[in-house]
């Protein structure tokens, strides 16, 4: 698998057991164009509780959510500010990204 | 939010080549669906429905000045991002840049027509007079690093610097502002997204393809530095931020240079 496969081979603890899917709706979220609308969503600030399918972009805030549970490798898009990004566990357990440039 | 497990697998935008991807950023096609969602029915960046809240005398100065160094601002980045075209080293970002020339120009106009609105009567003449000494400082020195064609310093300084500033202070604004401005800049911001990204993401692969170009970059924040945080503290001072939320302004710019490998 690549660098740039966008699903990488699970490690840790979720090795094997199968990813939870999601249906995304369209919420309030204009700036891209209409069919990539329910990958994102706006953040509503330090209460606002991420999913198991959603993190934050590092560079304009936007909650970049799957349809697929994320974890640690997976690589993900934000369009809102052109960004390509890598999932990683974060501090206290929380899905992370970090840019790649 | 939608967080209901399904069974059916969707199309996923998160599985597109990145090379698809950055194609499809950067085209006007993209541009024209993105700004369509936020900015169809609008009339000068605002909903004509939106009610004018009457500003007390001193409040409507103050909003003046900050207007006033808004524009200057986003004189400065059209004039800096119509510059930075010719220099840019590939056509995706200059079709990308053709789009940022737009954009704005639509804040410069938007913002004009909001002073007019308050009753500025010579916007040109009140920009000269009211706007910074130190943003008017930052203009000369970015549009002199787009005039020496230094491509990475002067989208350093227009992409990263000058657009975080603007992304952050405007953010900051939006929520405290009375409810035109607020959706005046509200639309502005949704703009500056793309901005602040496409600069520190073709600066990061500028920096990852040639390390060498880093100490240069280095140069031009230290140069550049001071002015910018002159620059945020004199507008937030405007706007009435409490002076201990000041220090929170600057992380947004902080961080983006920080994920640049700057310290």
Redesign the interface.
């Known amino acids: 698998m690549t660098d740039?496969a966008?699903l990488r081979a699970a490690v840790g603890p979720d090795e094997g057991r199968p990813r939870?899917?999601?249906?995304?709706?369209d919420?309030d979220f204009?700036?891209?164009?209409?069919k990539?609308?329910r990958?994102y969503?706006h953040w509503k600030g330090a209460g606002d509780e991420l999913?198991?399918?959603?993190v934050l972009c590092?560079?304009?805030k936007?909650v970049i959510r799957?349809?697929?549970e994320l974890r640690a490798g997976?690589?993900?898009?934000?369009?809102?500010?052109?960004?390509?990004l890598r999932v990683r566990a974060g501090e206290l357990g929380r899905l992370e990204a970090d840019?790649e440039? | 939010?939608?967080?209901?497990?399904?069974?059916?697998?969707?199309v996923?935008?998160?599985?597109?080549?990145?090379r698809e991807?950055?194609e499809q950023?950067?085209s006007f096609e993209?541009w024209f669906?993105?700004v369509e969602?936020?900015l169809a029915g609008t009339r000068y960046g605002h909903r004509p429905e939106t009610r004018e809240e009457p500003l007390a005398a001193p409040e409507r100065e103050r909003l003046v000045t900050v207007l006033c160094n808004y524009c200057l601002g986003e004189t400065a980045a059209l004039e800096g991002a119509s510059g930075l075209v010719a220099i840019a080293p590939n056509r995706l970002s200059k079709v990308f840049l053709s789009t940022q020339v737009v954009d704005e120009g639509r804040h410069l106009e938007v913002l004009l027509h909001r002073l007019a609105d308050l009753g500025v009567a010579d916007p040109e003449a009140e920009i000269e007079r009211r706007s910074s000494a130190s943003l008017r400082e930052f203009k000369r020195r970015l549009l002199g690093l787009v005039a020496s064609k230094d491509w990475e310093a002067a989208l350093f300084a227009q992409n990263v610097i000058l657009e975080a500033m603007e992304?952050t202070v405007f953010q900051t604004h939006q929520r405290s502002a009375d409810p035109v401005t607020a959706e005046v800049l509200g639309g502005i911001v949704?703009d500056e997204?793309?901005h602040?990204?496409?600069g520190?993401?073709e600066?990061?692969?500028r920096?990852?393809e040639s390390p060498h170009r880093r100490a240069r970059i280095g140069e031009v924040k230290r140069d550049l530095d001071s002015l910018v945080l002159e620059t945020f503290e004199e507008t937030v001072r405007e706007i009435g931020i409490p002076a201990v939320e000041r220090p929170e302004l600057g992380r947004s710019y902080l961080?983006?240079v920080a994920?640049l490998g700057f310290p």
């Open positions: 740039d966008p939870q899917r999601f249906l995304l709706e919420g204009d700036e891209v164009p209409p990539y609308r990958f969503r999913g198991p399918n959603e590092p560079v304009c936007v799957s349809t697929r997976d690589r993900l898009y934000c369009m809102a500010c052109m960004t390509r840019c440039y | 939010m939608a967080k209901t497990p399904a069974r059916e697998p969707t996923e935008v998160h599985d597109l080549e990145p991807f950055l950023v950067h993209f669906q993105s969602g936020y992304f949704k997204r793309r602040i990204g496409f520190e993401n600066l990061g692969r920096l990852r961080a983006a994920r």
